[in-house]
């Protein structure tokens, strides 16, 4: 390392070397099951790893990140990734060599391998979490990144995937969580009937969003508005301040019968406009936000 805190090597040049090949692997699911590392690409998504990296190992417990690539361009830009990156193998890479170990056609000038963050289930129950996002046999990748980040970004304490939903290690649905996937607990291919059982040993609600629901988003939330501004004979279905856990389906079909029948309540987002609905990164952000308003307001 040079004062600037890079490498002094030259930059790895070569986008057929047998290292270059190796990481770019990752790119692919039998790679990264075998392995249990994964590729995080651009900024943003290298930052918030980097973070976690160092937040786990100043705990004495085991670090994320295994390697990082960055052109000198992206240090230059950003001269913080280097100084996060201390104690972590920092290689410099040109942009070919980037190009051949990202997934995307333009890559944004850093690669991280990092190891899987997925926790267990019984870990993130224990907790005592007062708001979950459950993605219900969710296939495609850019869509679980954004439900990941909308849980975020509304306070959330935790994701669960089901059995059958998109691998969140997926390279598009790791770059759509926008750094989310380090921020926050996150269960793989749990089983929807332990994740329900689990929720209501622990006294924590389910709710199914579901276009079709009997309850509406909206009047629910102006009626738990009335009963904590103390108005007489107000009452709500639903509180949405207490603890919990919202389903969400496949973005084609929805939530199945079985998984609707496990809800204590059907919830829909109503629709105001000509749209026959919303799409399912928006459906759960304001789902996710309806009970985050709550909860904070009590």
Same mark, same amino acid.
């Given at each position: 390392?040079?004062?600037?805190?890079?490498?002094?090597?030259?930059?790895? &040049?070569?986008?057929?070397?047998?290292?270059?090949?190796?990481?770019? /692997?990752?790119?692919?699911?039998?790679?990264?099951? /075998?392995?249990?590392?994964?590729?995080?690409?651009?900024?943003?998504?290298?930052?918030?790893?980097?973070?976690?990296?160092?937040?786990?190992?100043?705990? =004495?417990?085991?670090?994320?990140?295994?390697?990082?690539?960055?052109? @000198?361009?992206?240090?230059?830009?950003?001269?913080?990734?280097?100084?996060?990156?201390?104690?972590?193998?920092?290689?410099?890479?040109?942009?070919?060599?980037?190009?051949?170990?990202?997934? *995307?056609?333009?890559?944004?000038?850093?690669?991280?391998?990092?190891?899987?963050?997925?926790?267990?289930? @019984? &870990?993130?129950?224990?907790? =005592?979490?007062?708001?979950?996002?459950?993605?219900?046999?969710?296939?495609?990748?850019?869509?679980?990144? !954004?439900?990941?980040? $909308?849980?975020?970004?509304?306070?959330?304490?935790?994701?669960?995937?089901?059995?059958?939903?998109?691998?969140?290690?997926?390279?598009?649905?790791?770059?759509?969580?926008?750094? &989310?996937?380090?921020?926050?607990?996150?269960?793989?291919? $749990?089983?929807?009937?332990?994740?329900?059982?689990?929720?209501?040993?622990?006294?924590?609600?389910?709710? $199914?969003?579901?276009?079709?629901? *009997?309850?509406?988003?909206? /009047?629910?939330?102006? @009626?738990?508005?009335?009963?904590?501004?103390?108005?007489?004979?107000?009452?709500?279905?639903?509180?949405?301040?207490?603890? !919990?856990?919202?389903?969400?389906?496949?973005?084609?079909?929805?939530?199945?019968?079985?998984?609707?029948?496990?809800?204590?309540?059907?919830?829909?987002?109503?629709?105001?406009? &000509?749209?026959?609905?919303?799409?399912?990164?928006?459906?759960? !952000?304001?789902?996710?936000?309806?009970?985050?308003?709550?909860?904070?307001?009590?």
């Amino acid at each position: 390392m040079n004062e600037t805190g890079r490498p002094q090597e030259l930059p790895m &040049s070569n986008p057929r070397a047998d290292r270059v090949r190796d990481v770019a /692997k990752l790119a692919g699911r039998p790679a990264r099951l /075998k392995r249990g590392r994964f590729l995080a690409e651009g900024p943003q998504a290298v930052r918030e790893a980097l973070v976690l990296h160092r937040e786990r190992t100043a705990a =004495g417990e085991s670090g994320v990140v295994h390697e990082v690539f960055a052109s @000198e361009s992206c240090l230059d830009r950003l001269p913080e990734l280097a100084e996060l990156a201390d104690g972590v193998a920092l290689r410099l890479a040109n942009d070919d060599v980037l190009a051949a170990m990202a997934d *995307t056609v333009n890559p944004q000038g850093i690669v991280a391998v990092c190891s899987f963050v997925d926790v267990s289930l @019984e &870990s993130v129950l224990d907790a =005592g979490p007062r708001l979950i996002a459950v993605m219900c046999q969710v296939r495609d990748p850019g869509n679980a990144g !954004t439900v990941l980040r $909308a849980a975020d970004a509304a306070g959330a304490d935790a994701v669960v995937l089901t059995a059958s939903s998109v691998d969140i290690y997926n390279p598009k649905a790791v770059r759509s969580t926008a750094g &989310s996937l380090f921020h926050l607990p996150v269960v793989l291919g $749990a089983d929807i009937g332990e994740l329900v059982a689990g929720c209501k040993e622990r006294g924590i609600g389910i709710l $199914a969003a579901d276009g079709y629901g *009997t309850l509406n988003l909206d /009047k629910l939330q102006d @009626e738990n508005a009335a009963r904590r501004l103390g108005a007489s004979a107000a009452s709500s279905a639903y509180a949405l301040e207490a603890p !919990t856990a919202w389903l969400f389906g496949n973005e084609a079909q929805g939530l199945s019968d079985s998984e609707l029948a496990l809800a204590d309540h059907r919830v829909a987002v109503p629709v105001y406009g &000509s749209a026959e609905s919303l799409n399912l990164g928006t459906a759960a !952000t304001v789902c996710l936000y309806a009970s985050a308003r709550s909860q904070q307001a009590s």
